[in-house]
């Protein structure tokens, strides 16, 4: 990291100058900060009277994506091996290692890597879904690589029906009760890449994953 | 400021430039819906612009001494009340902005603002008790609305029913009638085919309706869509609302030929 | 790019002209502002956000040093670094300092109109890197050699025939013809790009102080694919897009697709948060903000500061008739439409742009739309008042305004005038209209101008009281 950071020290001051210029005021004082750094944002959340599981179901899959649901985890494999049989999938999958230890079907090539520029299918696991608009939120980590979020054609994400929350509010909680931190990445998917680019005509599959599966469990 | 019944309310008549030189029938109509709803109306002589044109080509100085003198000739009266959204809409909220920090003026022109309103909205929101329509008008019409009245002064449901008590007169709402017809006071001249681009989307949506008139509250938009209707030769009449609530709108209307030379 | 909005009326004329781009705008704009209104009357609160967003902007702006700082303490602790932009060259400087320093030779970039504006896709070209736009939108616009014409749908102003016409030249034959081909195909050829680049640039359409994440919100998920697999993801922003904390921007999240393209939300929302971790699989090694002022803290000091709001939803421009019946290269320059016309002279210089701020009917469309209320009608006319001040108005125009000034505050001589133009109006009309009148052609030329009866209100209410 050897950029110019003289020179950016410079403008960095400069810009903070001109902000605290244009302002009129110099640098606030340690209480003022104490109260910003207090703060309490309270902004309105959208009210509904849906319950959870049904307006993430209705939002998520009036956008395209599609919704399963399952009575436990130890049905996962079958209905992951139903969807690949279904979209006449290869027997292969990048699968996050959090869902390693599950009985994958004999013959399936699996594995936990990133996703390469092949891959067809990945199957994650969602750290919770967002009622309000029908989203899905997953962190990356060892347990869930980013690029199986994008680059398969196929992606199949797995949702236990008790980590869906009311509001993105409820969603942000959950990552900061990580004791690892925010992840690197925080992806809220709410159905298949689309693009309208081309006169205003939707799309599937721009970039990202032409079809995204949720199966729910419990 | 509430007036007695009995007394009726002085009213001044805001007469905006382009009815004075182009439609003085709008101003009698405004006239007789105002002495209809109880009012006592009078003109000030030494009234001319509100300086609207100065204000949006930016030469406050000038949009400020015609404040004043639009001030000064309005003060006195219970209420100033023009038939347009666009120059009560300058008073309303321009002129308080104009004289900001201003001690002498900002005051008088906070409470010329404050007594300051477009006839329709006036005759609906503050008159309504007292206004019954009487008027006749043979006609199916489409309403264009002015965006200064629009989304300055929230004029919107006012003129529909007040026309909605005229006899024989069916409303026939547009597509985008809350869209600029592309006027814009200096606007259209200065660009004139942009301006004509959007009068022409603007008059494709009126003859969608098939209705057989225009209405509006404000002249100069109603001058710019009647004049591309004519050029097109399109067979629609134009009229202020107010000349079809007064039952004024008998005549020809906005560039439509005099009956005399028929 | 190279400023031409001192071109705007020509180009606005031929813009008119233009078949093809005339089809694209009437399909663009009854799309976004039909599902706009769908939106916003599913959300009662729609209105209760805007009021809270506009107060959220305005508390941001308000302590902006406080939040920078507080945002580069935890981007730095994240792993990242913030860099600090004063102006579109320092801004290109430190971009390509990075790349240089990497050793950069392909580039993929997701949608950023600060790159734009800081001209930065030339700056890497002219020495020797690939640059490679991956919006859908954006990439056919690149492939055209144009500047975006929308700031949410860079190729809005493209017909389908046209968008073949260009993957036939750059992609070679079979030529597609069905969009769903041109989409595939765009897909096909960007993946390998993803896959190869080196650095990965985005914009950033909120920085979090919280947790120094930058949020992008994208449809294709082309910039999740830009910043996940380049070995660098920088980040290029203004100042004002920095938000206290993450429940802060989901204010903003609410609003922006429902604002900008009619969604509830759009497909992807991504919050990134420093480089790759020691344990993760995958994500960039490196993480840059560069965090560009261009402008911008001069604009805080003045009447210009509520324009810092604008979180660049495009919504302005969907709804302006102007933008309509022009598209956006006639603006000349990056922003087009009504919040371009406030930023264009703002950042480019007032003479720079003299049509921008005119060019308006101040009909009030834009501002009733904008999320976080932007006055921009206001902004507009404000924008006026300084040419004016300033002398760019045009002289005609200045002494016209004095004319007509002179005259109107005399009430008697301005009354004789109007009688006298009455009757001369009155005098060379046939059947009620005027065709053509001499020094009236911007008028005339599309429009039949309404006969005065002869007598003006005042002559005819005076001689009427008289006779009480």
Redesign the interface.
């Known amino acids: 990291m050897n950029a110019p950071a003289n020179a950016s020290g410079n403008a960095r001051d400069a810009i903070l100058k001109s902000v605290r210029d244009a302002l009129r005021r110099d640098p606030l004082d340690a209480t003022q900060v104490a109260a910003l750094d207090a703060r309490v944002p309270r902004h309105t959340r959208p009210a509904h009277d849906e319950d959870l599981v049904t307006r993430f179901m209705r939002k998520f899959e009036s956008r395209a994506g599609t919704v399963e649901r399952v009575a436990s985890r130890d049905a996962l494999p079958a209905a992951v091996e139903a969807y690949r049989l279904a979209h006449r999938l290869p027997q292969r999958a990048a699968v996050g290692a959090a869902l390693k230890d599950l009985a994958w079907p004999e013959g399936w090539l699996i594995h936990h890597e990133a996703a390469g520029i092949t891959e067809a299918l990945a199957v994650s696991p969602a750290l919770c879904g967002i009622a309000e608009t029908g989203s899905l939120m997953l962190a990356s980590g060892p347990d869930s690589p980013t690029t199986h979020n994008f680059v398969p054609d196929d992606h199949v994400v797995v949702l236990e029906a008790t980590r869906i929350v009311d509001h993105f509010e409820d969603a942000w909680d959950l990552l900061r009760a990580r004791p690892q931190g925010m992840p690197r990445a925080t992806n809220i998917i709410s159905g298949p890449s689309r693009t309208a680019d081309v006169e205003q005509t939707i799309q599937l599959g721009a970039h990202g994953p032409r079809r995204v599966h949720v199966i729910l469990v419990g | 400021m509430t007036p007695s019944p009995t007394a009726g309310p002085r009213v001044g008549l805001f007469?905006t430039?382009l009815?004075?030189?182009?439609?003085?029938?709008?101003?009698?109509s405004a006239?007789k819906l105002l002495e209809d709803a109880g009012c006592s109306v009078e003109?000030p002589?030494?009234?001319?612009?509100c300086?609207q044109?100065?204000?949006?080509?930016?030469?406050?100085?000038?949009a400020r001494?015609?404040a004043r003198?639009v001030i000064e000739a309005f003060e006195h009266f219970d209420y100033v009340v023009g038939p347009s959204g666009s120059c009560m809409a300058t008073i309303r909220h321009d002129y308080p902005a104009l004289f900001a920090g201003d001690a002498q003026w900002l005051p008088r022109a906070e409470a010329l603002s404050r007594k300051s309103f477009e006839l329709l909205s006036f005759l609906a929101d503050v008159r309504g008790a007292a206004v019954t329509v009487d008027a006749r008008y043979a006609g199916t019409a489409t309403y264009h609305d002015s965006?200064?009245g629009l989304?300055?002064l929230g004029i919107k449901g006012q003129p529909r029913a007040l026309l909605g008590e005229v006899d024989g007169l069916k409303v026939k709402e547009m597509e985008d009638s809350?869209?600029?017809c592309?006027?814009?006071?200096t606007?259209?001249?200065?660009?004139?085919?942009?301006?004509?681009?959007?009068?022409d989307?603007k008059v494709r949506n009126i003859l969608a309706t098939g209705a057989d008139t225009l209405l509006g509250g404000d002249l100069g938009c109603l001058?710019?869509i009647?004049?591309?209707l004519?050029?097109i030769n399109a067979p629609v009449k134009v009229y202020h609302a107010a000349e079809v609530l007064a039952g004024f709108a008998d005549g020809?209307g906005?560039?439509?030929?005099?009956k005399e030379?028929r | 790019m190279e400023i031409r909005s001192n071109e705007f009326?020509e180009r606005?004329?031929f813009a008119?002209h233009d078949a093809n781009l005339q089809t694209a705008l009437g399909r663009a704009r009854y799309g976004f502002v039909g599902k706009r209104a769908l939106q916003v009357a599913e959300l009662p609160e729609f209105e209760q956000l805007r009021e809270e967003a506009k107060n959220l902007k305005n508390h941001v702006l308000d302590h902006l040093d406080h939040y920078l700082e507080r945002y580069e303490q935890a981007v730095t602790a994240a792993g990242g670094r913030v860099h600090w932009a004063r102006d579109a060259a320092e801004a290109r400087e430190i971009i390509l300092g990075i790349c240089k320093r990497v050793g950069a030779r392909t580039v993929t970039k997701g949608k950023s109109m600060v790159s734009e504006e800081i001209d930065l896709n030339d700056a890497l070209i002219e020495h020797g890197m690939e640059v490679v736009e991956t919006d859908l939108g954006e990439y056919i616009i690149q492939l055209a050699h144009e500047p975006p014409s929308h700031i949410i749908a860079p190729a809005v102003h493209k017909t389908k025939d046209q968008v073949s016409d260009l993957f036939e030249a750059a992609h070679g034959g079979p030529r597609k013809t069905q969009i769903p081909e041109l989409v595939d195909e765009a897909r096909r050829v960007l993946r390998d790009k993803y896959f190869r680049a080196d650095v990965g640039i985005t914009g950033g359409n909120f920085l979090v102080a919280e947790t120094g994440s930058s949020i992008i919100v994208t449809n294709e998920g082309n910039g999740d694919l830009t910043q996940t697999l380049a070995k660098v993801h920088i980040v290029t922003s203004g100042i004002e897009r920095v938000v206290p904390t993450l429940d802060d921007a989901t204010l903003f999240l609410r609003l922006l697709a429902r604002s900008a393209t009619g969604q509830e939300t759009e497909t992807y929302t991504t919050i990134s948060t420093g480089p790759r971790r020691a344990d993760d699989l995958d994500g960039p090694e490196e993480y840059h903000v560069v965090l560009v002022d261009n402008g911008r803290s001069k604009m805080l000091a003045g009447r210009f500061r509520d324009m810092l709001r604008c979180i660049r939803c495009g919504a302005c421009m969907n709804h302006c008739?102007?933008y309509?019946?022009?598209g956006g290269h006639a603006y000349g320059w990056v922003y087009p439409g009504p919040m371009g016309s406030v930023l264009t002279p703002l950042i480019k210089g007032l003479d720079a742009a003299y049509d921008l701020p005119?060019?308006?009917?101040?009909?009030?469309?834009c501002?009733?739309v904008c999320p976080v209320k932007i006055p921009l009608p206001e902004l507009l006319?404000e924008?006026?008042?300084?040419?004016?001040?300033q002398n760019i108005?045009p002289v005609m125009?200045?002494r016209a305004?004095?004319v007509?000034?002179w005259v109107?505050?005399r009430?008697k001589l301005?009354?004789a005038l109007?009688q006298i133009?009455?009757r001369a109006l009155s005098g060379i009309a046939r059947?009620?209209?005027i065709?053509r009148l001499p020094f009236?052609?911007?008028?005339t030329?599309?429009?039949?101008?309404?006969?005065?009866?002869g007598?003006?209100?005042?002559e005819?209410?005076?001689g009427k009281r008289g006779q009480q």
């Open positions: 007469a430039c009815m004075n030189l182009f439609r003085p029938n709008v101003g009698f006239v003109v002589a030494s009234q001319t612009c300086g044109p100065g204000y949006n080509s930016g030469d406050y100085d000038a001494a015609l003198q965006c200064s989304r300055g809350e869209v600029c592309g006027f814009g006071g606007f259209c001249v200065k660009y004139p085919e942009i301006s004509e681009k959007m009068v989307d001058m710019n009647a004049g591309r004519k050029r020809p906005l560039a439509d030929a005099p030379s | 009326k606005s004329v008119i008739p102007v309509g019946a022009v005119n060019a308006c009917t101040l009909n009030g469309r501002q009733s006319r924008l006026r008042h300084l040419q004016h001040q108005t125009q200045k305004l004095g007509w000034r109107a505050t009430p301005y009354h109007e133009a009455a059947r009620g209209r065709r009236a052609g911007g008028w030329d599309s429009r039949d101008l309404p006969a005065p009866t007598r003006t209100f005042l005819l209410w005076q």
